[in-house]
């Protein structure tokens, strides 16, 4: 996608080096960071400069080809895949890049390990940019339907699933893209996102490509809705289970329940490696990340970078928890790279498991 003009991925790489844009510096600065080893990949996932569960999973095989370079022994692959797993817990695309790095290095000789897992990282971030495009391909067909009936189309989307949260075009942010594109008219409620305001990045990712939207609290959402300001909600997701509940970025599932109550169709956009097929549902099964109290009590948006404090009796308590669930009888449907399909029905779930 393009800043200034200027076409970009979120992540690249030029031999053994490794280029990322470090999302933490965003949207005040364009900082272009390089990583050459494993561990500094590992560092770069868990402090978030680069986030998003696509992007993860890509940027987590270069980490796995960093780390051969000095050793590509299977003590060494061991150790490197257990640093780069520990890095976030929620997002299954870092499992599932993870585990396709070690099967492919397994069945290859140590001579040639190396070679191997440059192959295989770059195939994984080639089909991340593949699924996107087609996922977006089959999100833009909605928009089109619904763009019959309503101009221009007001669509609510909560965190970031644009080009930054994946190597390109993004995953919800993907038909929005297109849909642009194609000249239809839209407008974009943006959440804010707090605690880490990933709203920010949505807004200079629509801004940057000149697609109309309003940034909005995260507690707005509701209220849009009964007054009939959304047409509909389209959300990315960091893992699915097998029965097509959708854990997303924390905020989601109250979105979800506002639109039930008002009748607005809500979709998560899912390319394939996001869905967990290991586990049949949501609850219980999904690991929630918890991040530090920091986040809540320092608003980075703010210029004071003070910590929030109750006069007199010092900090409060915190608790922060990154994800939550929302169940698939909430989800109009799931936009993937292989079609749109209702969650709600277990048998569209093993047809798109089969395909
Ligand atoms: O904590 P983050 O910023 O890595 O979480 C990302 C999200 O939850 C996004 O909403 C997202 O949809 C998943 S990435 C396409």
Redesign the pocket.
């Known amino acids: 996608m393009k800043i200034g003009g200027k076409n970009y991925q979120s992540i690249w790489r030029k031999q053994h080096t490794i280029f990322i844009i470090d999302q933490t510096q965003l949207p005040q600065n364009l900082v272009i960071q390089q990583i050459r080893s494993a561990e500094e990949i590992a560092r770069a996932i868990k402090n978030?400069h680069v986030?998003?569960?696509?992007?993860?999973g890509v940027t987590a095989a270069y980490g796995v080809a960093l780390g051969l370079l000095s050793d590509p022994s299977d003590k060494n692959i061991e150790f490197i895949l257990k640093i780069l797993a520990d890095t976030?817990p929620?997002?299954i695309n870092l499992l599932h890049a993870l585990k396709r790095m070690e099967a492919v290095l397994k069945l290859t000789p140590l001579t040639d390990r190396v070679g191997a897992a440059w192959v295989e990282a770059d195939k994984i971030a080639q089909e991340d940019i593949n699924q996107n495009l087609s996922l977006g391909n089959h999100g833009l067909r909605l928009i089109e339907e619904i763009s019959k009936y309503r101009k221009p189309i007001n669509i609510l989307t909560?965190?970031?699933?644009?080009w930054l949260?994946?190597v390109d075009f993004?995953?919800?942010l993907a038909p929005i893209f297109l849909a642009h594109k194609k000249g239809i008219e839209l407008h974009i409620w943006v959440d804010e996102?707090r605690p880490?305001n990933?709203g920010l990045l949505t807004a200079w990712e629509l801004a940057s490509n000149g697609v109309p939207y309003t940034l909005i609290v995260d507690n707005a959402g509701g209220h849009l809705m009964q007054k009939k300001q959304v047409d509909m909600v389209i959300?990315?997701?960091?893992r699915v289970s097998a029965n097509g509940d959708v854990c997303?970025?924390i905020g989601?599932y109250l979105k979800a329940l506002s639109a039930r109550d008002n009748h607005v169709p809500f979709y998560?956009?899912v390319p394939s490696p996001?869905i967990d097929w290991q586990i049949q549902e949501g609850f219980g099964n999904i690991p929630i990340?918890e991040r530090s109290q920091d986040e809540i009590l320092m608003n980075s948006a703010l210029s004071t970078k003070k910590k929030y404090s109750l006069h007199g009796v010092g900090h409060p308590n915190t608790l922060n928890p990154?994800?939550d669930i929302t169940p698939a009888r909430l989800v109009t449907g799931l936009i993937t790279d292989k079609g749109v399909i209702q969650p709600i029905s277990s048998t569209t779930m093993m047809q798109l498991k089969q395909d």
Not at 51 to 56: Q, V
């Open positions: 978030m986030r998003g569960a696509p992007l993860i976030r929620t997002a909560h965190c970031n699933a644009g949260a994946t993004g995953t919800a996102t880490r990933q959300v990315g997701a960091d997303n970025k989601t998560a956009a996001t990340e990154a994800f």
